[in-house]
T-cell receptor, first 116, second 113 residues
Framework: AQSVAQPEDQVNVAEGNPLTVKCTYS??????LFWYVQYPNRGLQFLLK??????LVKGSYGFEAEFNKSQTSFHLKKPSALVSDSALYFC??????????????FGRGTSLIVHP | DGGITQSPKYLFRKEGQNVTLSCEQN?????MYWYRQDPGQGLRLIYY???????QKGDIAEGYSVSREKKESFPLTVTSAQKNPTAFYLC????????????FGSGTRLTVV
């Protein structure tokens, strides 16, 4: 079984400050991990993914995420937040084993609000 | 949202009426998915299809039906048996590699009037 938790419903940060959106996961074996962003009344857009290799993954719009196997976490980060980063962020996890349905489990989402 | 077209963007349904949401893709992806999104509940899987003429129920399939007659198309019908259909519906596809993530459409907002 696989699961993902986003412990914060909302994160508030001032423009120019660093931001972190938290995600922890549970899978059997090694995970594939994803971050998506959703703007109002739009579909989800892919930000970045961790498959294997370097624990620090860089993605779109200056976002990055750090894979921490011991803490089973994949927190999303950005050094300097922009007002335009305000959106809903989803973490997703999928097991890497073959023969399955390859369907990821999504977190409930974290609303990021960047204040001017 | 490029490569996946969902229509209509907004849809209104009367009580007891069936409605069909369209999802068309030109990405040549085999796998297609339908999700329902409600505030504070994240994404819940309704149906998925990994190949033409085959589809599987997801976590909340009751009151919904799908077909997959063509690779490009995966329409979702919300039937009158779905008692609380007001939600945002998202269609997604996935490439063939195991480590691919999803590509999402721009969604359809369904409201019961």
């Amino acid at each position: 079984a696989q699961s993902v938790a986003q412990p914060e419903d909302q994160v508030n940060v001032a423009e120019g400050n660093p931001l972190t959106v938290k995600c922890t996961y549970s899978v059997s074996g090694n995970p594939y991990l994803f971050w998506y962003v959703q703007y109002p009344n739009r579909g989800l857009q892919f930000l970045l993914k961790y498959i294997t290799g370097d624990n620090l993954v860089k993605g779109s719009y200056g976002f990055e995420a750090e894979f921490n196997k011991s803490q089973t976490s994949f927190h999303l980060k950005k050094p300097s937040a922009l007002v335009s980063d305000s959106a809903l962020y989803f973490c997703a996890v999928r097991e890497t084993k073959t023969g399955g349905s390859y369907i990821p489990t999504f977190g409930r989402g974290t609303s990021l609000i960047v204040h001017p | 949202d490029g490569g996946i077209t969902q229509s209509p963007k907004y849809l209104f349904r009367k009580e007891g009426q069936n409605v069909t949401l369209s999802c068309e893709q030109n990405l040549n992806h085999d796998a297609m998915y339908w999700y329902r999104q409600d505030p504070g509940q994240g994404l819940r899987l309704i149906y998925y299809s990994q190949i033409v003429n085959d589809f599987q129920k997801g976590d909340i399939a009751e009151g919904y039906s799908v077909s997959r007659e063509k690779k490009e198309s995966f329409p979702l019908t919300v039937t009158s048996a779905q008692k609380n259909p007001t939600a945002f519906y998202l269609c997604a596809t996935r490439g063939t590699a195991m480590n691919y993530g999803y590509t999402f459409g721009s969604g359809t907002r369904l409201t019961v009037v």
